[in-house]
């Protein structure tokens, strides 16, 4: 590529990401997005609940989507990982894993993040495709049918109270000793929901559809789904730059996504847990048109 030097670029190129390309495209900005391509759902077999897409592959949602920005021809592509961003004099830089450096004046992060998958053997295959991380995204596909949740704590009981109004054969499995209150526990028990702390040691499954849970005192419990919450870490590394995180490891932003760096805008999943693509979306397009708006302030 010989132009090395953008107004802005957009580090990630999925939901997020094209979405605040667009906005900036329209606007007739220097754009160039910068896509190591591995977005989160890409085990998903389908994406539900974005508006007009509902049930399509993710991958086909995300080829639309590019083929939508494609169009604005002030917007460039790099598929590769950005390895590292700086502030320079100016603005920013952005070096790419074969070493190639990109300049702009600001910088998008919309590079999502990593979910970190527990140390249980058949887990990382059924994600995405039987062992669920949200009710809104794939609750309705399994409503009605026999179902855990592997969480614990306070989560636990705030998650079992979402999916309890999705099927009402549900147990919660906390893989260790409960640490709910008596309070919460009762609760469940009230609802009918069972709490097992027996200690989880695989999943059996096919292709990613979970058979049953297989327990470390050899005792099995089948079922047709799980729920989990695991924990997560930012794909990206963003102390170069400078930018906070919140106590729960979400890149810190303001309202109009601005991160704490001036210059720095993020959007998608690493600002928030209110995972889903209409989300990833709406945040893009917000940070695009305020990145804008920066622009036409500074140059007016
Ligand atoms: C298993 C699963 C199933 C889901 N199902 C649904 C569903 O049915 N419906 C729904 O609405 N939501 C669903 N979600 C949530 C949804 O997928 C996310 O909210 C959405 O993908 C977030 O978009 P994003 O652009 O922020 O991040 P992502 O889609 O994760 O994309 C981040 C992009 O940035 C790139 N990137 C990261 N770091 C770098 C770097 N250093 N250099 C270059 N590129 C980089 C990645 O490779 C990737 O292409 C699901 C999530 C998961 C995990």
């Known amino acids: 590529m010989h132009n090395k030097n953008f107004d802005v670029i957009i580090i990630g190129g999925s939901y997020a990401g094209l979405s605040a390309g667009m906005s900036l495209g329209r606007s007739l900005r220097n754009v160039l997005i910068i896509n190591e391509g591995k977005p989160c759902n890409r085990q998903t077999p389908h ?15 995300a080829e639309l989507a590019k083929a939508d920005v494609e169009q604005y021809k002030t917007v460039y592509f790099f598929d590769e990982r950005a390895v590292k961003l700086m ?20 910088i998008i992060l919309a590079s999502g993040i990593k979910d970190i998958m527990p140390d249980i053997p058949g887990f990382a295959e059924c994600w995405g495709i039987s062992v669920l991380h949200c009710p809104y995204c794939h609750g309705y596909e399994v409503k009605n049918e026999v179902t855990g949740i592997l969480a ?41 929901i069972g709490v097992n702390e027996d ?9 990613g559809q979970i058979q049953k849970v297989v327990f470390k005192n050899g005792k099995t419990i089948v079922l047709k789904a799980l729920y989990a ?18 106590d729960q490891g979400f890149i810190k932003v303001d309202f109009m996504q601005k991160t704490s760096v001036p210059g720095v805008f993020a959007c998608g999943d690493n600002v928030t847990m209110m995972r889903s693509v209409a989300s990833a979306v709406a ?16 140059k007016f």
């Open 47 to 61: 994406s539900y609940n974005f508006i007009t897409h509902d049930g399509k592959t993710p991958r086909k949602i």
């Open 87 to 106: 502030k320079n004099v100016d603005g920013f830089k952005a070096e790419v894993s074969s070493g190639e450096r990109f300049y702009a004046k600001k």
């Open 152 to 192: 614990n704590g306070d989560m636990a009981f705030e998650f079992s109270k979402l999916i309890f109004n999705m099927t009402k054969k549900l147990t919660l499995f906390t893989n260790g000793k409960s640490s709910l209150t008596q309070e919460k526990t009762k609760k469940l028990k009230d609802h009918e």
């Open 199 to 207: 200690e989880i040691e695989s999943i059996e499954h096919e292709n």
């Open 229 to 246: 919450k695991i924990p997560f870490e930012q794909n990206l590394d963003v102390s170069d730059l400078g930018c906070e995180l919140t």
């Open 283 to 298: 945040q893009g397009n917000l940070a695009g048109a305020m990145v804008n708006k920066e622009f036409s302030e500074e």
